[in-house]
């Protein structure tokens, strides 16, 4: 059968390609690697799940980046269970790629000169009053006040890779740390 | 501001909103709904987020069904805690729903009739040889073999759903079932 998606076929070009997709979900606004989803773990062993925005990806150093408003649920999450899952589907490329990793929560003056480089409307997200997920009486009782000393970035170690690619025949693989990377078929 | 998406203003609307379009993912493979993110937690504290077929949405009662193989990682997760986390982002919709859910795995006699209506073509995909997330030396060294054993119903009671739409102002809003879903504005 023709698959258009001759990288699936091996375990090095099916991880390069999982960076690469990641990659230009830093880049593009509008590709699917642009909004993950984020889940993290309540202190009552709860999983939460939310879109997040892509900020940075190091196939390198296998360091992804998330920014996030401090006062945010996911941040009080990670400062009990700092272990993440990061999903991204590619209708396009028929790829689903799940990510296990570990974050770090950096503030202040290690991020200052990445605030400097948020743009003016994205910094609306970061210091918004009551901060996010306090109730309010109205659906619109709060206000969007930028301030750099709510802005955290989450820097994601990435601990494990597993990729599944729907093709005429489905194949999925793992990828660890551990491992070097070195990659592992497993059954779909 | 014109808001195309009037029924984001009322805390009962959106409520009712996010059900008609969960319904609507059960009917039609087309929406957004279809294919929610599930996400569970390890039994060494790591979340997990995959792809899910939504199978059943129930507004009355509250509760979503997915179908799964009984011998995947995400039964395992589920039989050490059983609290799951569903995503669903409908970019038509500009609305993020976020789950909260107690699952309860039904298997053998309890789901036999559900089995008996699943296309011959899904139950492919319950009872693959190796079970999935099987380590195998060739990524299609594994073989279909449908098997009603393996045919599991996840039943999820809801217990939350925080709903967030990204209109010309951002609302989100919190309903919880100890509350009767009557609903509570939060910051966005």
Redesign the interface.
């Given at each position: 059968m023709n698959d258009p998606h001759p990288w699936a076929?091996g375990l090095d070009s099916l991880r390069d390609q999982v960076w690469q997709r990641l990659r230009r979900g830093v880049a593009d606004r509008h590709d699917p690697a642009r909004?993950p989803?984020l889940?993290?773990?309540t202190p009552g062993?709860?999983?939460?799940?939310?879109?997040v925005v892509l900020r940075g990806a190091d196939p390198a150093a296998g360091v992804l980046e998330v920014h996030t408003d401090l006062m945010s649920g996911k941040v009080a999450d990670l400062r009990a269970?700092p272990?993440?899952?990061?999903?991204v589907?590619d209708a396009g490329a028929h790829l689903?790629t799940?990510i296990?990793a570990r974050a770090a929560i950096l503030t202040g003056d290690a991020v200052a000169q990445v605030w400097a480089r948020v743009p003016d409307p994205s910094r609306q997200s970061y210091g918004?009053?009551?901060?996010?997920?306090?109730?309010?009486?109205?659906?619109?009782?709060?206000a969007k006040r930028p301030d750099a000393a709510c802005f955290a970035v989450l820097r994601l170690t990435v601990l494990a890779i597993d990729a599944v690619h729907l093709g005429p025949?489905h194949?999925?693989?793992r990828y660890t740390r551990e491992t070097g990377w070195q990659g592992?078929?497993?059954?779909?």
């Open positions: 076929v909004h989803v889940a993290t773990v062993g709860m999983p939460q799940a939310r879109t269970n272990l993440v899952a990061l999903h589907w689903q799940r296990e918004s009053q009551p901060p996010p997920g306090t109730p309010i009486d109205d659906a619109l009782a709060y025949q194949r999925r693989a592992q078929w497993l059954a779909p």
